[in-house]
């Protein structure tokens, strides 16, 4: 069989592997994925994200998690993932194959798969990260940014980077690198182009501002989505965003694609490779991809969207062999080249695809589950909404985790945690699970462990108000001994 013909089922085959180890049987969804999870079930129910669950991401991941949950839950979540991968690996490689040719089009698109599972899978958890479905949004607007810049392919490319942005909003890098290629190379001619493409940016934005004002969230949204970003973001110290580029070159490394993009990157500004549009798309978004990920604290799945760039930066490097070195040293060249990039990954996936969780997260849902009732509301205490979508329960508070909300230096405000408090005071949770040990920066329930608690990230620090949630607690519910494999606190609403 051709290269060219067996390139698109390689994709898909390759595609559904890297994304096995995210399969939910046998694992638990992931603390963020929680959020995302139980935002999702909420919208489905009529709820709406930043007035029934605070959490300081976009709507587009609760949206497309909803599709999921509607479809079966967590398997469902699981099959539009795979959806998504399938779709921006098949994008990417007819962007790559139209400018660099079947063979270095598959080169790159591998490579960039490769690359992936160790940004964004995780040990024994199901993730559901924004970066992720943003990828196919990313490689469409490559896609049509690769030919001559009709109108229609403006806006369809400003349409994909503003939906890009409604899943988080630094992943803003390839939008803006079309623009400034546009307006540096087409100049006087280029105002028209790079109109349309901010137009429309703006129109899947405005839709989702109509939608959030119909809801009465518009403000809450701005507020969550903006202005609690932009605290946090502004709170790392330079050597934090020196030491985030470096852990996403450090992540990229083993499959060698870092070494790669990165040769390519320096290759290409060296001979001045700027005829092909979407090599120069890529020389320009690619250092942009990089800034913006250091824009807050530079978890793994912040690198995510440099891989579209660096796909083209690989396929740029294979064309370049495939130019220079005769065909019969060239091909199993590159052949050798990919296998050598696909073994730290396949080991990877190997075994994070027969690595299962260990119960526990299911086995505190289901206690929940058996000693609340269906419309009783369930305070967790901590950073662990997956047990709350697990079990089938709701919050009594928007502030579904706590920390980010009521900790942050720089939006926390005692006013946050008084309406926590009014919240308790109003719903009257019939019990509280105390996932402070297990959680992040969450100190542990109890007034003395809150006065001497120390938190471990400077960026966080709980109010001196907060000792008033944790008297309430004391006064109106009793010590209910512990959940049995977690081993959490639990306290349940004292009898009338």
């Known amino acids: 069989m051709r290269v060219g013909a067996a390139g698109v089922p390689l994709l898909v085959l390759v595609t559904t592997l890297v ?22 079930q909420r919208l489905l129910e009529g709820g709406a994200p930043y007035r029934d669950i605070w959490d300081h991401k976009p709507p587009g991941v609760y949206f497309v998690d909803a599709i999921g949950i509607a479809l079966g839950r967590e398997i469902g979540v699981w099959l539009v993932q795979l959806g998504f991968l399938i779709a921006a690996a098949l994008i990417g490689y007819r962007a790559l194959r139209g400018e660099f040719g079947v063979a270095a089009a598959l080169v790159g698109s591998l490579a ?89 940016a703006v129109v899947p934005l405005a839709i989702v501002m109509a939608w959030a004002a119909a809801r009465g969230v518009l403000g809450e949204m701005v507020d969550q989505a903006v202005v609690y970003n932009r605290a946090y973001a502004g709170f790392a110290p330079v050597s934090n965003r020196i030491d985030a580029v470096l852990s996403g070159l450090r992540l990229t490394l083993p499959s060698g694609l870092a070494v790669v993009a990165v040769g390519a990157w320096l290759y290409a500004i060296a001979t001045r490779r700027w005829a092909s549009t979407l090599l120069a798309v ?82 505190a849902a289901a206690y929940v589950t058996a000693n609340t009732r269906p419309q009783d509301t369930v305070l967790i205490w901590g950073s662990h909404a997956e047990v709350l979508f697990l079990a089938d329960r709701r919050s ?99 009898a009338p």
């Open 19 to 40: 994304l096995l180890p995210n399969h939910p049987a046998g694992r638990d969804p992931a603390e963020d994925s929680g959020v995302f999870f139980y935002a999702a």
């Open 112 to 200: 960039w798969l490769v690359a992936l599972p160790r940004l964004f899978l995780a040990d024994a958890a199901q993730t559901s990260f924004v970066e992720f479905y943003a990828l196919p949004l990313q490689f469409g607007a490559l896609l049509l940014c690769r030919e001559r810049l009709t109108r229609s392919r403006a806006l369809g490319i400003g349409a994909l980077g503003g939906a890009a942005l409604l899943f988080k909003p630094t992943l803003i890098g390839i939008l803006v690198a079309i623009g400034l290629v546009t307006l540096l190379r087409a100049r006087r001619a280029a105002a028209v182009p790079v109109v349309l493409i901010a137009f429309g």
């Open 282 to 363: 890529a020389l320009v978004a690619f250092p942009l991809e990089v800034a913006l990920s250091t824009w807050g604290r530079g978890y793994h799945y912040y690198f995510i969207p440099w891989l579209p760039s660096m796909a083209v930066l690989t396929a740029f490097a294979a064309s370049e062999v495939r130019r220079v070195v005769p065909t019969r040293f060239a091909r199993p060249a590159l052949t050798t080249m990919v296998l050598l990039m696909s073994v730290q990954p396949a080991l990877l996936i190997s075994r994070l695809a027969l690595t299962t969780a260990d119960g526990r997260i299911r086995s």
């Open 396 to 494: 009594p508070t928007r502030y579904v985790y706590q920390y980010a909300a009521l900790s942050t230096r720089g939006y926390a405000t005692p006013a946050r945690v008084e309406q926590f408090l009014l919240d308790l005071q109003r719903a009257r949770p019939a019990l509280i699970v105390d996932a402070s040990r297990d959680s992040f920066v969450t100190p542990p329930l109890d007034p003395a462990g809150l006065r001497t608690w120390v938190s471990p990230e400077p960026q966080y620090a709980p109010l001196p108000e907060l000792e008033r949630v944790v008297e309430f607690i004391a006064a109106n519910y009793d010590r209910a001994g512990a959940e049995p494999a977690t081993g959490w606190p639990l306290w349940r609403l004292r």
